[in-house]
């Protein structure tokens, strides 16, 4: 069974700090990753991606992987209140159920004012 | 442009019945992608496809079927409902199969009672 794990949290921080979020998962074969921010009652919003090792910054956001860890990670610098949400962590394998995305759980960021 | 949309928002069944959910993809995309989700949990992949044919079907029973149109518009039918099935169902569409470009509708959420 492949899967992406992730601490459902709630992850509290307060505003304009660092939110730094985690995701590991178990196929080693995973190609690419990706982080979406989901608002409660609505559908995820791609926020990034990463397929190389080490990071990626857009804008506060930074994604970081370590394929030899199975690990990805998603930073929020200067956090707002806007950015409360859950994050989910998906990973893209090719395999015979085709070219699919795989999510965690998601983790809920609380950030307060 | 228009982006991913999918009728009905809401719906509501009993056990037993069958249900027909459906999806048009942004203009000029040509994969679409269903995922089921639970409440408080991440999406999971039930089908893609592209160019009107499955490239791709994630862990779900017979009683979940798909298929695309012409037009690169879909439909999610499902037979002899649960209660379990009840969740929000998202569609989402592509350029291509790869998820780099992909996009999620607003969803349908459907209540089995």
């Known amino acids: 069974q492949k899967e992406v794990e992730q601490n459902s949290g709630p992850l509290s921080v307060p505003e304009g700090a660092i939110a730094s979020l985690n995701c590991t998962y178990s196929d080693r074969g995973s190609q690419s990753f990706f982080w979406y921010r989901q608002y409660s009652g609505k559908s995820p919003e791609l926020i990034m991606f990463?397929?190389?090792?080490g990071d990626k910054e857009d804008g506060r956001f930074t994604a970081q992987l370590n394929k030899a860890s199975q690990y990805v990670s998603l930073l929020i610098r200067d956090s707002q209140p806007s950015d409360s949400a859950t994050y989910l962590c998906?990973?893209?394998?090719?395999?015979?159920?085709?070219?699919?995305?795989?999510f965690g759980g998601g983790t809920r960021l609380m950030v307060k004012p | 442009d228009a982006g991913v949309t999918q009728s009905p928002t809401h719906l509501i069944k009993t056990r037993g019945q069958h249900v027909t959910l459906r999806c048009s993809p942004i203009s000029g995309h040509k994969s679409v992608s269903w995922y089921q989700q639970v409440l408080g949990q991440g999406p999971q992949f039930i089908f893609q496809?592209?160019?009107?044919?499955?490239?791709g079907r994630g862990n779900f029973p017979d009683r979940f079927s798909a298929r695309q149109f012409p037009n690169y518009s879909s439909e999610l039918n499902v037979n002899a409902l649960l209660l379990g099935d009840s969740a929000l169902y998202l569609c989402?569409?592509?350029?291509?199969?790869?998820?780099?470009?992909?996009?999620f509708g607003p969803g349908t959420r459907l209540l089995v009672l």
């Open positions: 496809y592209y160019e009107k044919e499955e490239r």
């Open positions: 989402a569409s592509s350029l291509v199969v790869v998820p780099e470009t992909q996009y």
């Open positions: 990463i397929y190389s090792n």
């Open positions: 998906a990973v893209n394998t090719l395999n015979n159920a085709g070219n699919m995305l795989t």
